[in-house]
C-alpha cells in the first residue's frame, strides 16, 4: 500500500466515532501515517468517554463540520458516489453512507482513485478551516488529508 494510501485508511480511522479498535490502533497509526501523530497522540491521552463525546460535538451538531461531502458542494448528491464505487467494484452495505468522509478514505486508499475527495477539495478545505477554527485535534487529520491530495483531479 503507497504511503498516501496509508494516509488515507488511516485517516478513515481516525474520522470514525471513537471506539476500542480505534484506541487498538492508535500505536500502529502513529508509526504508519506520522501526518497524523498530533491526532493519535491526543486520542491515546484522552479517555474513551471524553473522546466519544467530543466527536459527538464536532461532528454530530448539525451541518457545521459535516463528514457528508455531497453536503459541502451546491447541488451535490450521493449518487455519484454510489456509481464510482460500482463502478470500482466496491459495493456498500445498507449502513453505509457513500459520501461519508471515511467511506471515501477508505474507497481512495483501496483503489488509489482520489478523483472524488480531489473533487471536493474546495468542501475538505472549508471543513478543516471550520474545524481549525474550533480548536478540534480533528483539524489536523484533515490538514493531512488535504495535504496529501493532488493539486488537480485527473
Known amino acids: 500500500m503507497p504511503s498516501d494510501a496509508v494516509l488515507y485508511q488511516a485517516a478513515a480511522l481516525c474520522l470514525t466515532y471513537p471506539d476500542d479498535d480505534l484506541r487498538a490502533r ?3 497509526l502513529r508509526e504508519a501515517a506520522p ?3 498530533e491526532f493519535a497522540d491526543h ?4 479517555s474513551a468517554q471524553e473522546l466519544a463525546a467530543h466527536y459527538d460535538q464536532v461532528f454530530g451538531s448539525g451541518n457545521r463540520h459535516s463528514l457528508y461531502l455531497s453536503r459541502w ?3 451535490g448528491t450521493r449518487k455519484r458516489f454510489t456509481e464510482v464505487f460500482r463502478a470500482a467494484g466496491l459495493e456498500l452495505t445498507g449502513e453505509e453512507v ?3 468522509l471515511p467511506a471515501v478514505l477508505e474507497f481512495t486508499a483501496r483503489t488509489g482513485d482520489t478523483d472524488l475527495l480531489a473533487g471536493h477539495r474546495e468542501g475538505l ?3 478543516r478551516s471550520r474545524l481549525t477554527a474550533a480548536g478540534t485535534p480533528y ?4 490538514d493531512a488529508v488535504c ?7 485527473r
Open 147 to 153: 495535504a496529501a491530495l493532488p493539486t488537480r483531479v
Open 98 to 100: 457513500p459520501d461519508f
Open 139 to 142: 483539524a489536523s487529520v484533515l
Open 35 to 37: 501526518q497524523l501523530r
Open 73 to 75: 458542494q451546491d447541488g
Open 125 to 127: 478545505e472549508r471543513l
Open 43 to 46: 486520542a491515546a491521552v484522552t
Open 26 to 28: 492508535l500505536p500502529l
